[in-house]
Nanobody
Framework: QVQLVESGGGLVQPGGSLRLSCAASGNIFSINDMGWYRQAPGKQRELVAAITSRGSTNYADSVKGRFTISRDNAKNTVDLQMNSLKPEDTAVYYC?????????WGQGTQVTVSS
């Protein structure tokens, strides 16, 4: 069993920054992809950013140039630095890890961008 615990969400004004962190623990063996998804009210969950174990990254078009994903394979952590936040970034953000053909999810952390 693998657990993902997120931290770092909160309320921020438009144009501000937040950093989300996620730590994986439990029976971990060679996590493949890690990443962040988000779900806004009334919308489907969508990919925000992902990173492979080798460091290749993938971003949603809406966050390119503003968000940066990073990963520490030794610590089994993944972070998301979010800059120039917009009200449309408001959502619950979920950490994701893919290992041995199984998808694991964190419980989610709320990010609210509002003045």
């Amino acid at each position: 069993q693998v657990q993902l615990v997120e931290s770092g969400g909160g309320l921020v004004q438009p144009g501000g920054s937040l950093r989300l962190s996620c730590a994986a623990s439990g029976n971990i063996f060679s996590i493949n992809d890690m990443g962040w998804y988000r779900q806004a009210p009334g919308k489907q969950r969508e990919l925000v950013a992902a990173i492979t174990s080798r460091g290749s990254t993938n971003y949603a078009d809406s966050v390119k140039g503003r968000f940066t994903i990073s990963r520490d394979n030794a610590k089994n952590t993944v972070d998301l630095q979010m800059n120039s936040l917009k009200p449309e970034d408001t959502a619950v953000y979920y950490c994701h890890a893919h290992m041995r053909s199984i998808d694991y999810w964190g419980q989610g952390t709320q990010v609210t961008v509002s003045s």
